[in-house]
């Protein structure tokens, strides 16, 4: 299987601060293509052998304006036990309830658009429920807890125009740790 052909944007890169526009249905087919190339790129970068290959970062997940494209979608491909694939494909979200309890990543965030070591925490909540759309403009719910609300709360706020490492303190980059669980 190829690479597929797909550049992420840097966090210098000023359209990563904008905020992305609602997406209108039907999904046209070239996004449809996008969207499962930005899966299998994903995919790859989770397989070690492949990821050495092609010099490639681990990712879970990617949104549309780390492609330069101002529209609320992204996807998740979240590796299973099993080396299989939970695939997650997120358009128009919107988070309608998240928990009091705030988690964080022990070894800290990453993302594919930030190319340099980042410290300190970003909290985030343990359960969101989001309100979402697929391909076909059905509305759906769905409940996240743990990694996935993570990686949920992470992608969408790329399409809020932010960057994890700003929900970091720069004052002090582990404030309230002892008051958050570690994941």
Request: charge should be negative.
């Amino acid at each position: 299987m190829d690479l597929p052909k797909i550049k992420i944007l840097d966090e210098k890169n000023k359209i990563l601060h904008q905020k992305s526009n609602e997406v209108t249905f039907p999904v046209s087919k070239s996004d449809q293509k996008l969207i499962r190339d930005m899966l299998t790129y994903l995919e790859m970068s989770q397989d070690e052998e492949i990821a050495q290959k092609y010099n490639l970062r681990a990712g879970m997940g990617l949104a549309y304006v780390q492609l330069g494209i101002l529209k609320r979608i992204f996807v998740i491909a979240m590796e299973n036990d099993d080396k299989s694939f939970s695939e997650y494909v997120i358009i128009n979200p919107k988070i309608t309830s998240a928990s009091e309890e705030l988690i964080y990543v022990g070894e800290g965030e990453g993302c594919l658009s930030v190319n340099r070591e980042v410290v300190g925490i970003v909290p985030r909540h343990a359960r969101i429920t989001i309100d979402y759309y697929d391909y076909e403009g059905n509305k759906k719910t769905m409940r996240a807890r743990e990694d996935l609300a993570i990686a949920f709360q992470h992608e969408i706020d790329h399409l809020d125009g932010i960057l994890f490492p700003e929900r970091i303190d720069k004052k002090n980059p582990f404030k309230n740790q002892d008051k958050m669980r570690e994941i």
